[in-house]
């Protein structure tokens, strides 16, 4: 294995890795060791702890109806935000300042705030202002936060995925006489989409894991949340949060590698013009609450940093 | 052909996404089984002893004995009571919508709560009290707390009392729900846990804590637990009044009491209505 | 006009905010950068725990791993950070603890994209010269590659800010728990929502314009 930073290695190195080798596994045991003896001491590895999710009532009552809220507050999220970020996305690339600048304004506001504010302010809204009854609000305000947010994030990946596509597209059609409406929809769009598949669902992966925040602090009854009734039963905070990591990085992991095969597929096919939005540039940065889009650099390939 | 992959590639997502919001669209859409009209009562899901969401998908607690006591004294079985969860936050709102028709959720009366919504009974008196690990010496009173960690939930007005009034240097953790405090309890993290003395019992009359903690029997406050209802229903107030009267006379509430708090609640005996213990 | 603000310290919880993203941009960029390097060292052990802790923490919500900063590492394992007495210390602390883990994930990634636009030829000329694998990459592949992920870490710090707001699960009292309580308290709802997403959009937009001219003006001209 050789790499730009090193060379093959030669006896010298080889005998130096295995050093290296043997004292990083050493402190990687120890680590092991000490966390794996402290859950023990606690009483954290009775089998009584763990024994519930070996059970299906564990599961069928409180896990999979919280794993269900959460998929079920994801996918509303991206399907209410997709057309809305396209709208966005779009507006952003008009030729008209007062369409442009107002879109612009618009999508930097909601990037710029952080996801738990836009879901507070909602979810008193809608207590508020609305009759929504009181078990349906927190997955509301979930809802609208991730969608206000998540959409101002997508207008960028499809203003990132029209700008990636070559110029020539644009030039050929103008050239055969479409209008601006029909090389936008006829064809920018239909190769933008592709372009941009992997970045939205790099997306959905951090919209699974904002829904979190909604558990912990809306009282909405994802995942995260369901964890708290099967501990008050089970007496198991810890495994039970152990458990839900799991299925949380599972299902992340699942959506991850989706988009990374999607990615490769696309770069690979020969009818596409080449040009993918990296699923990194997006997901990479994406946090809970992404400063995302702007680091897309696609095009000339320098990581482009506009900010907000 | 490119169209076509385009639209099988976004199918994808979106079924993606359809599936999983068909998942979990089945609640509240069935009950149109088995005859008769439906009550819907609120009460905490997560309080053993008091309301407790089983394994099983079924309930317990003093709340659901209470609840399901009155509910048959209305004229509803048990299997047409619907159950809802109503965390303390949400109760004034889910009254006055409508969303329950009255809620039993160690919900204490006060004038505050009093403005919005109408209560009827109390049906039981409870005190703020403290628990505290079995072997523990160094706690006997509320002033004992200062220095101490103390756990409670995320704005419990028990907790901003102690640490107010009683014991303004206590270090106050505060959580998402009682048994993550227990927990912190059992592994030493924190010294003491404050609620009210029966959601307390509830938690150390759990099998897994059995003999581990123990209540220090302060009375640091009086919580008179009612059963709200929507303000201005008076009808449905002194029926519900009626059917905890007879819950007392016939004894179904001292046996709900025994079975929901273990033997080592010491309970106070069982309030006259509308007889507010400040 | 603005009275709802009284007894509230508004500044206060800003102030907070922004050290625990000051605090945190430190730690997450310390980690973030010997994640890297384990990613990109000869040693195969070693690429494999960094490539593996990547995946795993940044696939975790961050709520779920700050909530067990407190109820895990501080209850369980006893870790309190020096502050065991002192829980407003404590859960701050934890909270800088879990937004490090969790941003360096991407510190971490950015800085190893950035290292694979270094040109293959300047590591070739810097081992013609005889340097080992830390000095190639501490004297000439990571200088350059900081500057190329300027933008990119820019993304990842405006991201961390309004990530801070999720210590809010654990009872740090930063901005997004006070404006929790506000809003619950006063009858306000769009003013005290204004005033607290105008707080970040201050905090976050300069970030975002200086560092992209930062790394505008610092590019590597090839």
């Known amino acids: ?82 057309p809305l970020g396209a709208v966005f996305g779009i507006a952003r690339l008009s030729d008209h300042r007062w369409v442009r600048v107002p879109a612009g304004v618009i999508v930097e506001f909601f990037r710029a705030i952080p996801v738990l504010i836009l879901m507070v302010f909602a979810n008193q809204f809608y207590s508020e202002s609305t009759a929504i009854s009181s078990d349906e609000r927190p997955l509301y305000a979930v809802v609208t936060g991730l969608v206000l947010y998540n959409a101002s994030v997508l207008a960028e990946i499809v203003r990132a995925g029209i700008l ?30 592709t372009v941009m598949l992997p970045a939205i669902v790099s997306q959905l992966v951090v919209i699974v ?10 009282n909405f009854t994802e995942l995260l949340n369901a964890r708290k009734t099967l501990a008050a039963n089970y007496a198991n905070v810890i495994p039970s949060f152990i458990v839900v990591a799991v299925i949380f990085i599972v299902l992340n992991f699942i959506l991850t590698s989706f988009a990374a095969w999607l990615e490769n597929r696309l770069r690979r096919g020969k009818k596409s013009t080449g040009a993918v939005l990296p699923t990194a540039a997006v997901a990479g940065t994406a946090a809970t609450g992404v400063g995302g889009g702007g680091g897309i650099g696609i095009g000339g390939g320098a990581p482009g940093g506009d900010g907000t | 052909m490119k169209l076509l992959k385009v639209t099988a590639a976004s199918a994808t997502v979106f079924a993606l996404a359809l599936t999983a919001t068909a998942c979990g669209s089945d609640d509240g859409g069935d009950s149109g089984n088995g005859g008769g009209k439906k009550i819907t009562v609120g009460i905490k899901y997560d309080q053993p002893g008091i309301g407790l969401k089983e394994p099983d998908g079924s309930f317990s607690g003093f709340d659901v004995d209470v609840a399901t006591y009155v509910a048959k004294q209305l004229g509803y079985d048990a299997k047409n009571i619907e159950f809802k969860e109503t965390p303390s936050a949400d109760r004034e709102n889910a009254l006055k919508r409508g969303d329950v028709d009255f809620i ?40 004992d707390l200062n220095g101490k960690k103390l756990c409670s939930v995320t704005g419990s007005t028990s907790a901003q009392n102690v640490k107010k009034e009683i014991a303004p240097k206590a270090n106050l953790q505060e959580v998402g729900t009682y048994s993550e405090c227990v927990d912190g309890l ?64 016939d004894k179904s509430w001292d046996k709900a009491v025994q079975e929901n708090f273990g033997d080592s609640y010491k309970n106070e005996p069982a309030p006259k209505i509308g007889d507010i213990v400040k | 006009m603005f009275d709802f603000l009284e007894g509230y310290d508004v500044l206060g919880a800003f102030w907070t905010t922004v050290q625990l993203t000051l605090l945190s941009a430190v730690g997450s960029l310390i980690w973030g950068t010997i994640l890297a390097g384990m990613r990109v060292s000869p ?36 870790v309190t950070l020096g502050a065991a007495d002192d829980f407003d210390a404590k859960f701050f602390r934890l909270a800088v603890l879990g937004l490090t883990a969790y941003t360096a994930c991407f510190v971490c990634e950015s800085l190893r994209s950035g290292i694979n636009t270094v040109p293959v030829g300047q590591a070739e000329a810097a081992r013609a010269l005889g340097l080992g694998f830390t000095q190639v990459l501490t004297l000439i592949v990571l200088p350059q590659a900081f500057r190329a992920v300027i933008g990119p870490l820019a993304n990842v710090l405006i991201a961390l800010t309004k990530n801070t707001t999720v210590a809010a699960a654990i009872g740090v009292a930063e901005a997004a728990l006070l404006m929790k309580e506000m809003i619950e308290n006063e009858a306000q709802l769009l003013p005290i929502t204004a005033i607290f997403a105008l707080g970040f959009v201050v905090l976050t937009l300069p970030t975002g314009l200086l560092l992209g001219w930062l790394s505008k003006r610092l590019a590597v001209k090839r």
Request: proline content about 3%; hydrophobic content about 45%.
């Open chain 1, 1 to 82: 294995m050789s790499s730009v930073l090193y060379d093959t290695p030669g006896p010298r190195a080889k005998r130096r890795n295995v050093l290296y080798t043997v004292v990083f596994a050493a402190l990687l045991v120890l680590l092991l060791w000490w966390a794996w003896q402290t859950m023990s001491d606690k009483g954290q590895l009775e089998w009584a702890k763990w024994s519930p999710f070996t059970e299906s009532q564990a599961w069928t009552t409180y896990l999979l109806p919280g794993l269900a809220n959460t998929l079920k507050a994801a996918a509303l999220s991206m399907v209410i935000a997709l």
């Open chain 3, 43 to 78: 040693v195969p052990l070693m690429r494999g725990f960094a490539a593996a802790y990547v995946n795993v923490v940044r696939n975790i919500p961050l709520t779920v791993i700050i909530v067990f900063t407190s109820l895990g590492l501080a209850n369980i394992f006893s």
């Open chain 2, 104 to 143: 039993v959720a160690s919900y204490s009366i006060n004038d505050e709560r009093k403005k919005q919504v109408d209560f009827a009974g109390p049906y039981l008196l409870a005190h703020q009290d403290l628990l505290v690990r079995a072997d523990e010496k160094g706690i006997s009173e509320g002033t």
């Open chain 1, 164 to 193: 990636s596509l070559p110029k020539g597209q644009t030039e050929a059609a103008q050239a055969i006489g479409l209008r601006k409406t029909q090389v936008m929809t006829s064809i920018l769009l239909p190769q933008a989409v």
């Open chain 1, 209 to 218: 894991k904002d829904t979190a925040l909604g558990g912990a602090m809306l």
């Open chain 2, 186 to 249: 059992a592994s030493g993290a924190v010294d003491a846990l404050t609620t009210d003395d029966s959601i307390l019992a509830g938690y150390s009359a759990q099998e897994q804590y059995k003999g581990k903690f123990k209540l220090v029997g302060l009375k640091l406050s009086n919580e008179n637990y009612g059963i709200g209802v929507k303000k201005g229903d008076t009808e449905m107030v002194d029926k519900i009044n009626k059917a905890l009267e007879k819950m007392v006379s």
